[in-house]
Each structure stands twice: as structure tokens, then as C-alpha cells.
Nanobody, 125 residues
Framework: QLQASGGGLVQAGGSLRLSCAASGLTFSSYIMGWFRQGPGKERVFVSTIEWNGGRTYYADSVKGRFTISRDNAKNTVYLQMNSLKSEDTAVYYC????????????????????WGRGTQVTVSS
């Protein structure tokens, strides 16, 4: 089970830190990802991190502003979001992909097996 938290309302230029706590799985065996779905839009990739934190990948739209990290001792993955823009407004979801499948080169929603409930991020301009 994956549970995302940390969303909220923030002004443009502000920051938020999302967390996703995992339970019921061997967290260190999973590549973790963040996706988002804006109003009336499809769910799209944001960022992903290797099972040991050794590799990360970002969508161009968030590169340089967002940072993904994980703490395997706490079974938690984080998404630090800085310099937020109104277009970052979306429901953010965390997802897990077993590391045996390899690091996804072109992450899509169907690249990940398990999903949590999302957390709403609203950026006001």
C-alpha cells in the first residue's frame, strides 16, 4: 500500500514536500515514481528514483525545480517541489515498480505496478 501526503495550497514560487509511505512490500526492492494528473488531463510522469537512490530521472517540465529522494529505512519516497508554478497544479500520485523490471527509460503510468491514492497540489498565481 502506498499513501501520498503533503499536498496543499501554495502560492506560485513557493515550495511543498510530498511524501509517500509504503507498507506491505519490501520497499528497497522497488523503483519509485511520482506522476501527476491535472484537471481534465491524462496522468503524466514527473520523476522516478532507483531502488537504492542511485539514479533519478525527471520530466523536462520539472527538471531543476523538483527533487526526488527516498529513505529505505523509513519506507518513504519524497518529492521536494520548489519554484512552483500554476501549471504544477494537479493530483500527485506515487507508484512502485519492482526493480527486477529494470529502471524505466521512458516512464509511463503502465511502467509501474502499484499505485497509491493521490494528494492534491494547488498552486495559485
Amino acid at each position: 500500500q502506498l499513501q501520498a501526503s503533503g499536498g496543499g495550497l501554495v502560492q506560485a514560487g513557493g515550495s511543498l514536500r510530498l511524501s509517500c509511505a509504503a507498507s506491505g512490500l519490501t520497499f528497497s526492492s522497488y523503483i519509485m515514481g511520482w506522476f501527476r494528473q491535472g484537471p481534465g488531463k491524462e496522468r503524466v510522469f514527473v520523476s522516478t528514483i532507483e531502488w537504492n537512490g542511485g539514479r533519478t530521472y525527471y520530466a523536462d517540465s520539472v527538471k531543476g525545480r523538483f527533487t526526488i529522494s527516498r529513505d529505505n529505512a523509513k519506507n518513504t519516497v519524497y518529492l521536494q517541489m520548489n519554484s512552483l508554478k500554476s501549471e504544477d497544479t494537479a493530483v500527485y500520485y506515487c507508484a512502485a515498480r519492482h526493480r527486477i523490471l529494470g529502471f524505466p527509460d521512458a516512464p509511463r503510468p503502465d511502467s509501474f505496478d502499484s499505485w497509491g491514492r493521490g494528494t492534491q497540489v494547488t498552486v495559485s498565481s
